[in-house]
């Protein structure tokens, strides 16, 4: 019975080390990926709208047209700020700079369409 008590929670450990690993490193990725979402959600409600919509990344949260969203626990970002006009253009080119513990990652805003990739 300890035997089985000791193999299974030796698994369970194992099991979150390399689990826990793999789940920290894409949730960066994860986490630019949500912020390209929420970016494209503001740039079509310009257009519907006809109205401007700022975007300004903060250190631990973002406002998304007065709306606050904070990152993740371990996730910081550099400063930036832009808006999407009427037409859904976006008003300056730039790169967005997070970081966790392990890895960095961007999210490069290109001129024109507003189109954004991450990296």
Not at 28 to 54: D, H, P, W
Not at 64 to 73: R, T
Not at 74 to 81: F, K, M, N, S, V
């Amino acid at each position: 019975m300890i035997e089985t008590l000791f193999v299974v929670a030796l698994c369970v450990m194992m099991y979150g080390m390399f689990v826990g690993k793999k789940a920290t490193a894409f949730s960066l990725e994860l986490f630019l990926r949500q912020m390209k979402l929420y970016c494209e959600e503001q740039q079509f409600s310009a257009m519907q709208a006809g109205q401007r919509r700022t975007i300004r990344f903060e250190n631990d949260h973002a406002l998304f047209d007065q709306e606050s969203v904070f990152y993740p626990s371990g996730i910081t970002c550099e400063p930036y700020a832009f808006a999407y006009n009427a037409a859904g253009n976006i008003s300056k080119a730039g790169t967005l700079r997070c970081a966790n513990e392990k890895e960095q990652g961007t999210l490069v805003f290109q001129l024109g369409s507003g189109r954004s990739v991450v990296r």
